[in-house]
């Protein structure tokens, strides 16, 4: 093989140490350089499937992100972008984006995720998807979680959000009217932690996804 595939490697993991940032693998163990992963929970059966697109309270828009009931359910990919190290894969507790791997066809939004703010004091905030966040643009830190490790599982995450003051919250996810999807914080009896691993979608599957709304 090139020797200069074998120079870039070693530069790319000298530059992850020195960023303080492992890279995020999948269910197999493989770096994730790039591409769409299905974000399924850890522990299969009641805890549901992969993620999806929701509405809340009878109204079509915005979107939030929801998870699908069924377990055989993966539902819509997702893929990471706009991470600040030069690292080429995607790194373990930096602020990233995530978006969604699937084209809006209606509320005139695009699918990355955002934190929307909480309805009350004692209610959680929902995690909605909205527009690509313009860097410096405003509130764009509300686009920008976390991917860390757990001890779940070999190869298991969970996503956290971590405001400008560095307090991070964990991703979680409850129910409520019916819904079930994903906000900030993860401690009973307002939310349950939410922990994963990441599986590979084909280019088959993304490109047969289409907006749907459960």
Not at 7 to 22: C, D, I, P, R
Not at 131 to 141: C, I, L, R, V, W
Not at 182 to 198: C, K, N, Q, R
């Amino acid at each position: 093989m090139n020797p200069m595939f074998y120079f870039l490697l070693a530069l790319t993991a000298v530059l992850a140490v020195t960023a303080n940032a492992g890279p995020v693998v999948d269910i197999d163990g493989d770096i994730i350089f790039h591409g769409s992963y299905y974000v399924i929970p850890v522990i299969r059966g009641p805890e549901g499937g992969g993620l999806t697109l929701t509405t809340r309270n009878g109204n079509q828009c915005p979107l939030f992100i929801g998870q699908e009931r069924s377990e055989v359910e993966r539902g819509i990919p997702v893929k990471f972008s706009n991470w600040r190290s030069r690292v080429g894969f995607v790194p373990e507790s930096e602020n990233l984006n995530i978006k969604m791997d699937i084209e809006p066809t209606f509320c005139a939004q695009s699918t990355y995720w955002w934190v929307t703010t909480a309805p009350s004091p004692w209610r959680s905030a929902f995690i909605a998807v909205g527009p690509k966040p313009e860097a410096g643009g405003e509130d764009s830190s509300r686009s920008f979680f976390q991917i860390k490790k757990t001890e779940a599982k070999l190869n298991a995450y969970k996503f956290v959000f971590c405001s400008e003051g560095n307090d991070c919250i964990d991703v979680g996810k409850n129910e409520e009217g019916g819904v079930r999807g994903l906000v900030l914080g993860s401690t009973p009896p307002f939310a349950t932690p939410f922990e994963v691993v990441f599986v590979k979608a084909t280019g088959t599957e993304t490109s047969s996804k289409t907006m749907s709304i459960i």
